[in-house]
Nanobody, 124 residues
Framework: QVQLVESGGGLVQAGGSLRLSCAASGRTFSSYTMGWFRQPPGKEREFVAAIRWPSNNIYYADSVEGRFAISRDNAKNTVYLQMNSLKPEDTAVYSC?????????????????WGQGTQVTVSS
């Protein structure tokens, strides 16, 4: 069983930056593929980014490519999402997720564990 806890959300002006963190319990964190998803108001949850280990393969949604960066620190059991050049349309609840298979996935049902989420609001 893996527990995931996100932090770092908040209110930011358009063009600003935030860094989200996701702390995971469990000693096998390095074996999981980690992903970030978001759910904008009134919309479905959507894929943002994912990272696998040990190859460190990374994949981004087109909407965030070049602005967001996902990374992980296995020593701290933490995955990060650095978000730059934020836009009002990035406003959403951001959740991290863990996937047991060591392959990248962009579909939410392919992830096994989820955090509660953290709110990110970008004002225009």
């Amino acid at each position: 069983q893996v527990q995931l806890v996100e932090s770092g959300g908040g209110l930011v002006q358009a063009g600003g930056s935030l860094r989200l963190s996701c702390a995971a319990s469990g000693r096998t964190f390095s074996s999981y593929t980690m992903g970030w998803f978001r759910q904008p108001p009134g919309k479905e949850r959507e894929f943002v980014a994912a990272i696998r280990w040990p190859s460190n393969n990374i994949y981004y949604a087109d909407s965030v490519e070049g602005r967001f960066a996902i990374s992980r620190d296995n020593a701290k059991n933490t995955v990060y999402l650095q978000m730059n050049s934020l836009k009002p349309e990035d406003t959403a609840v951001y959740s991290c997720a863990a996937r047991i298979p060591r392959t990248i996935a962009t579909i939410r049902r392919e992830y096994d564990y989820w955090g509660q989420g953290t709110q990110v609001t970008v004002s225009s």
